[in-house]
């Protein structure tokens, strides 16, 4: 099976909504090392909109067909807590144990199809690429 890994960096003003900006960097794996940057600025958007958001905008350029192994780096924990509980949300009908709606289910739905098609997994390891100073660099 390939390997795809993801790193998700994000920057925004907010503390609720607001502009932020991404870089999701797409790295194959294989004998040679393929890079592929996704950039792009989201307005009117919370930190954790923007994590999932920049995902999803990820995934959707992996081409289609063979199953791949896919880790999701991101320091966002609220991602991770989702991504882990992926299976068990979207058998309760996208709703919390208190039966509340998740926050960005529209975007989890989008994420649980690429779940079902790949293997995906996340983890908390951002080392590899330094971005975060070069986005906030960005926001206006």
């Not at 807590?81 to 926050?103: F, S, V």
């Not at 989008?110 to 660099?137: M, P, S, W």
Request: net charge positive; proline share 1%; charged share 30%.
């Amino acid at each position: 099976m390939k390997r795809i890994d993801i790193y998700i960096y994000t920057a925004c003003h907010a503390r609720k909504t607001g502009p932020a900006v991404y870089r999701a960097i797409l790295e194959y794996v294989s004998i040679k090392t393929n890079l592929l940057i996704d950039e792009g600025q989201l307005e009117d958007t919370t930190k954790n909109r923007a994590v999932v958001e920049a995902a999803l905008r990820a995934l959707h350029r992996i081409k289609k067909g063979e199953r791949m192994e896919i880790t999701i780096h991101t320091e966002s924990e609220y991602f991770m807590r989702i991504l882990k509980d992926l299976n068990r949300y979207a058998d309760a009908d996208w709703q919390k144990a208190n039966k509340q709606d998740i926050k960005n289910a529209d975007l989890w739905k989008q994420i649980y199809v690429f779940a079902t098609l790949h293997k995906l997994r996340c983890d908390i390891n951002l080392d590899k690429y330094n971005c975060k100073t070069i986005l906030e660099g960005r926001l206006t």
